[in-house]
Structures are given as structure tokens and as C-alpha cells.
Nanobody
Framework: QVQLVESGGGLVQAGGSLRLSCAASGRTFSSRVVGWFRQAPGQERQFVAAILPWSSSITYYAGSVKGRFTISTDNAKNTVHLQMNSLKPEDTAVYFC????????????????????WGQGTQVTVSS
């Protein structure tokens, strides 16, 4: 069992930055893929970014955040970070981190059903 806890959300003005963290406990060595997803009110949960912590930290990004967001991992601390810069009002959502111990094909990394455990989410609000 792996437990994930997100932190770092909050209220920020457009153009500002936030750093989200996802701390893992339990059988953390089994997390082969860790991803961030977000869900705005009335919308489906969508992929944001993912990282393969034990595979040279290969990363994937949604087109809407590429160049603005950076996902990274601190394996010694069992933590994955999401640095969010140049935030826009449309980035407002609840952000969730998720993980799986399975090896995923690249086409499956962006699908939420590919992940086996999830955090409770952290709210990010970007004001205009």
C-alpha cells in the first residue's frame, strides 16, 4: 500500500508561481510512475504531468502546461514536486497526484485509469 499526500496549493495571482508537493509513504519503492492530474469544477479530471522516478526521471507534460510546469522527484524523500510558473486563471483546479507500481506504455501514462493510488487533492486558485 502506498499513501500519497499533496500540499502546496493556494491562491495566487495570474503570472505567479506555486510549488506542489506529493509525499509518499508505505511501499514507495514500488512507484514506477507518478503523475499529476487536475479537475476544475464541472470538468473531467485531466492529465497534467508525469515522471518515472526510477527511469532517469523521464517526464511527460500536457500541452497546456509544457514550458510553464516542471515535474521533479526527490527519491531520497519519496516526494514528487510540481513547479508551476506563469500561472493562468484556467489553471484553477484541484490538483491530485497519483501513482502506480506498474510499467506503463507511453500511451497509458496520461490516462487516470492507469494509476492505482491517489492523494486527496490540493486546491489551486489563480486570480485574474
Amino acid at each position: 500500500q502506498v499513501q500519497l499526500v499533496e500540499s502546496g496549493g493556494g491562491l495566487v495571482q495570474a503570472g505567479g508561481s506555486l510549488r506542489l508537493s506529493c509525499a509518499a509513504s508505505g511501499r514507495t519503492f514500488s512507484s514506477r510512475v507518478v503523475g499529476w492530474f487536475r479537475q476544475a469544477p464541472g470538468q473531467e479530471r485531466q492529465f497534467v504531468a508525469a515522471i518515472l522516478p526510477w527511469s532517469s526521471s523521464i517526464t511527460y507534460y500536457a500541452g497546456s502546461v509544457k514550458g510553464r510546469f516542471t515535474i521533479s522527484t526527490d527519491n531520497a524523500k519519496n516526494t514528487v514536486h510540481l513547479q508551476m510558473n506563469s500561472l493562468k486563471p484556467e489553471d484553477t483546479a484541484v490538483y491530485f497526484c497519483a501513482g502506480t507500481g506498474r510499467i506503463l506504455a507511453q500511451t497509458l501514462i496520461m490516462r487516470q485509469l492507469s494509476y492505482d493510488y491517489w492523494g486527496q487533492g490540493t486546491q489551486v486558485t489563480v486570480s485574474s
